[in-house]
């Protein structure tokens, strides 16, 4: 970096993938502490939109084409789908053990 | 100070912040609502991007229907009157180590990458009709397998959901 306040001052693809890298790590945090499986869910919301961001600003930033977007929306349509059948999930496995903890449902354990 | 970069920062700065409350926040219900502020902030770095439709479906798709449907998940799964909304966390401190670390290197390879960036600036007037292009001409398979998906999982969602009780 030949001048720190020079490239602070101009956001280019590195600050974005800056953005997206430390979205990124926030997501895994959540999804290795936490006990409920709805923030487990937003969590990987999380880690979708770091990764969305890192399409959107390759494309923008790198290839000029739209290929970029395109997935990004391809991410979004995934990340619905999922949502709605993770959370169905949840609900079954509330009602079935009245607790949605990730770490107590260890049916299959023993 | 460019507007731009003010901007950037701006937004940057209520993604992060709004995802470190996400993440950090004990009440399940508060990380719900920083989970919109942390949408948002991501449209807004979409619109520095020139994405404009892509920020507009971000915020219809992830405000109007995931977070939503988050919040019917947060609502349905915690009993309100118990304090069983403060949610427990385990391994917090590996956890952090792990994480700074993974953090760290991601950005040191971001940062020491000499990326092939486009000399001439990036600057189409719309962006949605290339995108439907693209959709109904390279990306058409994909298009119709996400439309399959999409019925699937609406169908196997209310299967899961409704299933009765066995008695």
Known sequence: MPDWNDWLMQPGLTHFLIVSGILFSLGVFAIITRRNAVMVLMGIELILNAANINFVAFSRFTTGAFDGQVIAVFVIILAAAEAAIALAIVLNIYQMFNTVNVDEINLLRD | ?167
Do not use: C
């Not at chain 2, 942390?38 to 219809?60: P, R």
């Not at chain 2, 000399?119 to 397998?145: C, D, K, S």
């Not at chain 2, 019925?151 to 009780?165: D, F, K, Q, S």
């Open chain 2, 1 to 167: 100070m460019e507007l731009t970069t003010i901007v950037f920062y701006l937004f940057a700065a209520i993604t992060l912040i709004a995802g470190a409350i996400v993440v950090f926040s004990r009440s399940v219900v508060y990380s719900a609502f920083a989970l919109l502020f942390t949408f948002f902030g991501v449209a807004g770095l979409y619109v520095l991007l020139m994405a404009d439709f892509l920020a507009v479906t971000q915020l219809m798709i992830y405000v109007g229907a995931i977070l939503v449907l988050l919040i019917f998940g947060v609502m349905l799964t915690t009993r309100v009157i118990d304090v069983q909304m403060r949610t427990g966390t385990i391994q917090v401190l590996p956890a952090l180590l792990i994480v700074a670390a993974l953090a760290g290197v991601l950005v040191h390879i971001f940062v020491s990458t000499d990326w092939n960036v486009l000399p001439e600036a990036f600057a189409p007037e719309q962006t949605a009709p290339q995108i439907g292009t693209a959709l109904l001409t390279t990306y058409v398979l994909p298009f119709e397998v996400a439309s399959v998906i999409l019925l699937v999982a609406l169908i196997g969602a209310a299967m899961i959901a409704r299933r009765e009780r066995k008695a």
